[in-house]
């Protein structure tokens, strides 16, 4: 964690492996074209989404002090989204699903801090701080919603990843970063786009992950609400786009009901969307994501759980029914008539009650993995967990007992007891042994010679989930990509031209305005920069406002700059702007 970073009442609870995924705003990287870039967009989102989007949008602007005239800085904006019980950090472009959705279950608010260019103006393949700032933030600020969020990540940091997922996103953040770089050439951006397509054809069933995904994309990110005859926009990436917050609402694109259907409709982030869903209120999207919630391994544990964290080839946990955590990469599972009865990790593994690391069991004493029998004792009705002291000592469990232990499915453990270890319920969770071997058939599972051997108790798997019980066992959940976000080279020609969205900003801010700063800077721009359309259209805002006569001048200047059908229709949208 560098120490330039500013933690607030919110920041400050969240855990270390989350630290290395923040940056520091780099404010001063903003250009004026950036800040003009950012004022326009706002201003024309300010004045259509009022009429078009929920009505905690514009609400939440003011709520959550996000200016239409300049990009925030995330500390100002922390000051008043505590106020919400919210904060925001800053991180470069996209970051692992599983930690962003886990910032989200900590009320924290990811925004990437770049700046869309003058060429994204109206829709950015990238994340960047329109799109987070100006699309999520207004939103959080009604309470049904942030509890959703909210909520949201909570599951969401817990569903499993398959072993594609991470190249999924890894392919898609390369992709949009350079598509965003105005400096990238055609032939790496269709590499890119090749790459992910070929992934996305070859994915397989969807993941837990994947599903949850879809479902975020459809609400938090592109979601309608209301009626499917008149619905209104809360999604962020629909209230950051120009363009597609206004084709959203023709009929071109598809309605449909919002349901638990839309987590096996998947989407490509670099492509406006055919289709989107329309939940009638917030409390829908809520009821929606439990019953996913009740279809996740979280809920559900048994043999098909644990499968999944082994496919996924991550760091999971298995909870037991004794409320025993096992955190570690999975490697092996036995099943026996369709239940698990023995399971196995590989690596450092780490043993936890309630997310709290048991002492004496973390990575380090379990640096080789960890292997142990689940469910009942053959012929025995009662299971370990359940046994009173009485119990134990006559089926032979109690501390220098040389004792020989057959469970249901073949799994054997002979060995001298040491000791066990209960909860706070009085519930044994753990049984240690010397001298121990461990075998199924004609396999040996546990050699004596490899130390001692603790054996988990519990009679089934309760929970499997993504990530560790304790977020202090493992501080390197959650790698950052290796891929970062291409600063951009100006040439000194940008500079110049950025000098000159400089001077015009100062006139307005400072009020200083005068018919000839503006025919001075008109010209300069018309001689020097013929093609830039967005600093005229600022000039004509000025000219208007002033009423000065130059006005109609530069309006003739935006007819003959509208011929580029690239920035038509923003050039007219502009002016329209203007004149109201």
């Known amino acids: 964690m560098e120490n330039h970073l500013e933690l607030n009442e919110v920041t400050k609870k969240l855990p270390k492996h989350l630290h290395k995924f923040m940056v520091k705003q780099p404010y001063e990287e903003y250009t004026s074209q950036n800040q003009a870039v950012w004022r326009y967009v706002m201003r024309l989102n300010v004045d259509?989404?009022?009429?078009?989007?929920?009505?905690s949008?514009?609400?939440?602007?003011?709520?959550?002090?996000?200016?239409?005239?300049?990009?925030?800085?995330?500390?100002?904006?922390?000051?008043?989204?505590?106020?919400?019980?919210w904060a925001a950090v800053s991180v470069d472009g996209f970051i692992p699903p599983n930690a962003f959705m886990e910032f989200q279950a900590y009320n924290v608010l990811v925004i990437a801090s770049d700046m869309r260019t003058i060429n994204h103006i109206e829709y950015t393949p990238a994340p960047d701080i329109i799109h987070e700032a100006a699309g999520h933030a207004?939103?959080?600020?009604?309470?049904?919603?942030?509890?959703?969020?909210?909520?949201?990540?909570?599951?969401?940091?817990?569903?499993?990843?398959?072993?594609k997922d991470y190249e999924m996103y890894e392919a898609i953040r390369l992709l949009s970063i350079l598509k965003e770089n105005p400096s990238s050439y055609k032939e790496e951006i269709e590499a890119a786009q090749?790459?992910?397509?070929?992934?996305?054809?070859?994915?397989?069933?969807?993941?837990?992950m994947a599903q949850i995904r879809n479902l975020h994309w459809w609400t938090v990110e592109y979601g309608l609400i209301g009626t499917l005859d008149e619905p209104k926009i809360y999604g962020a990436g629909l209230l950051s786009s120009i363009g597609e917050s206004a084709w959203c609402l023709t009929d071109e694109v598809k309605k449909i009901p919002y349901s638990l259907e839309a987590a096996n409709v998947s989407f490509d982030i670099t492509k406006p969307q055919p289709q989107l869903f329309v939940t009638p209120n917030f409390a829908k999207l809520s009821l929606v994501l439990e019953q996913f919630a009740n279809t996740m391994a979280l809920r559900k544990g048994g043999l098909s759980g644990v499968n999944k964290l082994i496919n996924s080839k991550n760091l999971g946990t298995v909870e037991l029914s004794t409320g025993l955590q096992i955190s570690g990469r999975f490697s092996n599972v036995i099943a026996f008539e369709n239940k698990p009865i023995y399971i196995q990790t590989i690596?450092?593994?780490?043993?936890?009650?309630?997310?709290?690391?048991?002492?004496g069991h973390g990575i380090e004493y379990h640096a080789e993995g960890f292997g142990s029998p689940i469910g009942k004792l053959k012929g025995i009705n009662i299971p370990i967990e359940n046994m009173s002291p009485?119990?134990?000592?006559?089926?032979?469990?109690?501390?220098?007992?040389?004792?020989?232990?057959?469970?249901?499915?073949?799994?054997?453990?002979v060995g001298k007891v040491i000791t066990g270890t209960r909860d706070l319920r009085g519930k044994i969770q753990l049984i240690s042994f010397k001298d121990c071997t461990v075998?199924?058939?004609?396999?040996?599972?546990?050699d004596p010679s490899w130390g001692i051997y603790d054996m988990a108790v519990g009679k089934e798997i309760v929970s499997a989930y993504a990530g560790p019980a304790s977020v202090l066992s493992f501080l390197d959940v959650n790698k950052v990509s290796e891929i970062k976000t291409h600063k951009i080279n100006y040439s000194n020609s940008d500079k110049e031209l950025y000098a000159l969205y400089q001077k015009v900003r100062d006139f307005r801010?400072?009020?200083?305005?005068?018919?000839?700063?503006?025919?001075?800077?008109?010209?300069?721009?018309?001689?020097?920069?013929?093609?830039?359309?967005?600093?005229?259209?600022?000039?004509?805002?000025?000219?208007?406002?002033?009423?000065?006569?130059?006005?109609?001048?530069?309006?003739?200047?935006?007819?003959?700059?509208?011929?580029?059908?690239?920035?038509?229709?923003?050039?007219?949208?502009?002016?329209?702007?203007?004149?109201n």
Not at 152 to 163: L, M, P, Q, V
Not at 348 to 356: E, F, G, I, Q
Not at 439 to 446: C, E, S
Not at 520 to 541: A, C, I, M, R, S
């Open 48 to 55: 259509y989404l009022k009429r078009v989007a929920h009505k």
């Open 57 to 85: 949008y514009s609400k939440g602007l003011k709520k959550t002090g996000i200016s239409v005239d300049s990009i925030p800085y995330m500390e100002g904006m922390n000051r008043i989204l505590k106020e919400i019980g």
């Open 138 to 163: 207004p939103i959080i600020a009604n309470p049904e919603y942030a509890e959703y969020l909210r909520r949201f990540g909570e599951i969401g940091s817990k569903a499993i990843s398959s072993s």
């Open 194 to 208: 090749n790459a992910v397509e070929e992934l996305q054809n070859t994915m397989g069933e969807l993941s837990e």
């Open 347 to 359: 690596g450092k593994t780490a043993l936890s009650n309630r997310d709290k690391e048991l002492i």
């Open 390 to 413: 009485r119990d134990l000592e006559a089926y032979g469990i109690y501390e220098g007992k040389q004792t020989t232990l057959e469970f249901e499915g073949g799994i054997k453990v």
């Open 439 to 446: 075998t199924y058939q004609n396999t040996v599972l546990f």
């Open 509 to 579: 801010e400072q009020n200083n305005i005068s018919e000839e700063y503006i025919e001075e800077v008109f010209g300069e721009l018309t001689n020097k920069f013929p093609n830039d359309w967005l600093l005229v259209l600022e000039l004509y805002e000025l000219s208007v406002k002033n009423d000065f006569s130059i006005q109609k001048r530069i309006l003739k200047k935006l007819e003959e700059l509208k011929c580029n059908k690239s920035y038509r229709t923003l050039i007219e949208k502009g002016i329209v702007l203007c004149k």
